[in-house]
């Protein structure tokens, strides 16, 4: 299957700074890519949906000023958490779609802790 | 956001039993995924159901698409200890074109004694 990374895989820092994770599709062009937020024992929530070249789509509840996300190429994009807090620790995940069937392919996923 | 109702909500079997867990929805999907999930790490896909009633098997994991299109199942044959992790069910509307977002299901914590 295709090959998705991310960069960094943990980080931590403190409250009211900002955070940039980087989402790459090593080889597989990735129209779109997905960014997902997991908390501990629970499922993963779509955050926004990322298209290459244009502005994400957020999702109901998501502050689109708070998670700032950018898609300048189609093998990168990059999700910042901007003055961050300790609320937003938790697991961040995101994909890349491609393929004829759209299939998404899964990073391994951030863990930050904002103290 | 909507979470697909999955269910067992967690699974301790021993080694050798088979699992069968399964994942309903109220509203329809063409697309049926099953991923696992390793702790600290991404979901990675373990079958792909596209077509309603579709039955698909990959090694000892069979998964069916619901002839409503409404739910799907997977069962695991054999479990051996490799096998515990939690396994999500992931719905998605459409297959060909723009990508489409994932509705990602509950979630079955699955734990295998030896």
């Known amino acids: 299957g295709a090959v998705v990374s991310q960069h960094p895989s943990r980080v931590i820092c403190k409250s009211g700074t900002s955070v940039k994770i980087e989402c790459r599709s090593l080889d597989f062009q990735a129209t779109t890519m997905f960014w997902y937020r997991q908390f501990p024992k629970q499922s993963l929530m779509l955050m926004a949906t990322?298209?290459?070249?244009?502005?994400?789509?957020?999702e109901q509840g998501v502050e689109k000023d708070k998670f700032l996300i950018n898609h300048a190429s189609l093998t990168l994009s990059t999700l910042t958490v901007t003055s961050a807090h300790p609320e937003d620790s938790s697991f961040y995940i995101c994909s890349g779609a491609g393929g004829p069937n759209n299939e998404q392919f899964f990073g391994p996923g951030t863990r930050l802790t904002v103290l | 956001g909507q979470q697909l109702n999955q269910s067992p909500q967690s699974m301790f079997i021993q080694e050798g039993e088979d699992v069968s867990m399964n994942c309903t929805s109220s509203s329809i999907f063409n697309t049926w995924l099953w991923y696992k999930q390793d702790p600290g790490e991404g979901p990675v896909l373990l079958i792909a159901?596209?077509?309603?009633?579709e039955l698909t098997s990959n090694g000892r994991l069979t998964a069916q698409f619901g002839i409503t299109r409404k739910d799907s199942f997977l069962n695991i044959s054999a479990s051996i200890p490799s096998d515990v992790g939690i396994y999500f069910c992931a719905g998605q509307p459409r297959v060909t074109g723009t990508a489409s977002k994932l509705t990602f299901g509950t979630g079955t914590r699955l734990q295998v004694t030896l």
């Open positions: 990322s298209n290459e070249g244009s502005k994400a789509t957020y």
């Open positions: 159901l596209y077509k309603a009633g």
